[in-house]
T-cell receptor, first 113, second 114 residues
Framework: EAGVTQFPSHSVIEKGQTVTLRCDPI?????LYWYRRVMGKEIKFLLH????????ESGMPNNRFLAERTGGTYSTLKVQPAELEDSGVYFC???????????FGNGTRLTVT | AQSVTQPDIHITVSEGASLELRCNYS??????LFWYVQSPGQGLQLLLK??????LVQGIKGFEAEFKRSQSSFNLRKPSVHWSDAAEYFC????????????FGQGTTLQVKP
């Protein structure tokens, strides 16, 4: 069984540019989560999809962040325009049902210069 | 406010020594508690979880954790540390309604001396 896959593993962009992160969950996992760890801080919840629907987006920092999950399969997280404080590691995780363990991807390290 | 505190940012132990990583939580409802480990270049891997029942839970890689409601703690232990245990460890709490929406502690980096 393939794990959660995230692309790219690293991204370096300039302030004001746009970046799109992608997450492919484990096949059959309806629940998909995005988390972020800013340097020196704790890992924080961003949002939760159930299939293609946003169940909870209470952790999204502002409207520069847009997450989608077309067809309930892979998900993208777009940052537009990127700011310096968006730098960090973005994790994606999936689970089959709400009470099953989360499977995390390796993360995307985003650096905004 | 709901929060998780890992008081130790960095811990160094000798290989073969015992290990205890501390975790304290503040949560209004019944907490669902987790320990995750992240090795360099890897994603977070679940070590163990506590939902209910026996307060001493066993996990993978020889780890265990004990839930103490009176102390709001969920400390992680291992009797004998191996060099491969060097990693960053995260304690997290989740809600009954959505155990995937986690609140994480700041993480504890474990260094193992030969």
């Amino acid at each position: 069984e393939a794990g959660v896959t995230q692309f790219p593993s690293h991204s370096v962009i300039e302030k004001g540019q746009t970046v799109t992160l992608r997450c492919d969950p484990i096949s059959g996992h309806d629940n998909l989560y995005w988390y972020r760890r800013v340097m020196g801080k704790e890992i924080k919840f961003l949002l939760h999809f159930v299939k293609e629907s946003k169940q909870d987006e209470s952790g999204m920092p502002n409207n520069r962040f847009l997450a989608e999950r077309t067809g309930g399969t892979y998900s993208t997280l777009k940052v537009q325009p990127a700011e310096l404080e968006d730098s960090g590691v973005y994790f994606c995780a999936s689970s089959q049902v709400l009470y099953s363990p989360l499977h995390f991807g390796n993360g995307t390290r985003l650096t905004v210069t | 406010a709901q929060s998780v505190t890992q008081p130790d940012i960095h811990i160094t132990v000798s290989e073969g020594a015992s290990l205890e990583l501390r975790c304290n939580y503040s949560y209004g409802a019944t907490p669902y508690l987790f320990w995750y480990v992240q090795s360099p270049g890897q994603g977070l891997q679940l070590l163990l979880k506590y939902f209910s029942g026996d307060t001493l839970v066993q996990g993978i890689k020889g780890f265990e954790a004990e839930f103490k409601r009176s102390q709001s703690s969920f400390n992680l232990r291992k009797p004998s540390v191996h060099w491969s245990d060097a990693a960053e460890y995260f304690c997290a709490v989740g809600a009954q309604s959505n155990t995937g929406k986690l609140i994480f502690g700041q993480g504890t980096t474990l260094q193992v001396k030969p």
